[in-house]
C-alpha cells in the first residue's frame, strides 16, 4: 500500500495560509493585551518586588527614579505587552502548528509533538529559576556592594552638656491617630513620614548614609529584568539542544557522558557569558543549572532515541520509496 505524501500546495496557497495565520494569531492577542493592561500595574509590581525587597535587605530606600514624564508609563506598556505575548504562546505555537502541520509527515510530527511543549515548559522554569533564584542574588550583591564602596566619612564627638537632642518614634506601620505635623520614622520602607493639615503623609527615604546613593531608573530595571528572561528561556533550552543534536548524529549520548568534566567547563564559560550582573554568586547559579540541563538532555537523549520517539511512522525516504515503487 502505497504511504499517503504529505499535501502539495504551491507558494502562493503557502503565502496565503501564512498570512491568514498570522492574522489570526494577532487577532487572538489582542483580547489577552487588553487584560493585561487593566492589570498592567500589578504586573509592574511583582517585576519591582525583588528589588524593593534586596533593597530594604541592604538598609536603602525602595525608591525608583523615573526621568521623564513618560518612563512609567512606557514601563507599564512594556510590562503589559510582553506579559500579553507570554500568556499568548499556546495560542500562537497553536497557529504556528497549523501552519506546519500539513506539510510534515507522521515521524515528524511526532518530533514536533515532543518538542514544543518541552520547550514552553523548559521556558516556564527558566523565567521561574530567574525570578525565585537568580534576582534576589544578584540584587543583594549588586546593592550591597554599591552601598559599600565607599562611605562618607562623618565626625563623631561626644555633644556638649547644654545639648539637647530631639528624637523621633521609630514604628513598624503609620499611627492613625497622629496629629497634623507629627513626625516618624517607619521601619520597614526606611522613610521619614510626616502627617498633613488634610490628613495624608509626606515622605523621604532615609539610607545608611553610603556615598554612593543606589537609586535605579525603573526603565533600566526593567530592561535587565527582560534581558535576563531571554537569557534564561535561551539557556534552559539545552535539553533540548542535546536531545537535537543525538537525533541527528552529531553527537553520541555514550561518547557525550564521558566528557562530563568538558561540558561542566562549557557550562561555567557561560554562566559567566551570559550572566550580565558579572558577580560569582550569579555565574555560579547559573553555571550548576546549566549543568544539570546538560545531564537532563544526555538522559532524555538515551530514553528517547530517535527511532523510539518515531516508531513506525513513515519518514521523508520511505514516503520517496513508495512513491518511486508506484510509478514502477
Known sequence: MPTTAVQAMSFGDHLEELRRRLIVALLGIIPILAVCLVFGKSILLFLLKPLEHQL?????????????????????????????VLVSVPWLLAQLWLFVKPGLYENERRFARLLMPMSVLLTAAGAAFLYYAMLPVALFFLISFGAGVAQPGVPAAPIAAETTLGSLPILDADPLDSPPGSMWVLRPTHQLRIRIDDGSVWSTPLTTGALIAQQYRIKEYVDMIFVLG?????????????????????????????????????????????????????????????????????????????????????????????AMDDEG
Open 56 to 84: 530594604l535587605r541592604a538598609g536603602q530606600a525602595p525608591t525608583l527614579q523615573a526621568l521623564s514624564p513618560v518612563e512609567t508609563f512606557g514601563a507599564y506598556v512594556k510590562v503589559s505587552t510582553v506579559a500579553a
Open 230 to 322: 531571554v537569557v534564561f528561556a535561551l539557556a534552559f533550552q539545552t535539553p533540548i539542544v542535546v536531545l537535537l543534536l543525538s537525533w541527528v548524529g552529531i553527537v553520541d549520548p555514550r561518547e557525550l557522558a564521558k566528557r562530563r568534566r568538558h561540558a561542566f567547563a562549557l557550562c561555567a564559560i557561560l554562566g559567566a557569558v551570559l550572566t550580565p550582573t558579572g558577580d560569582p554568586a550569579s555565574m555560579m547559579l547559573l553555571t550548576l543549572p546549566l549543568y544539570f540541563l546538560f545531564e537532563m538532555g544526555l538522559t532524555l537523549a538515551r530514553v528517547l532515541p530517535a527511532s523510539r520517539v518515531a516508531g513506525d511512522a513513515p519518514t521523508r525516504e520511505g514516503a520517496s520509496d513508495g
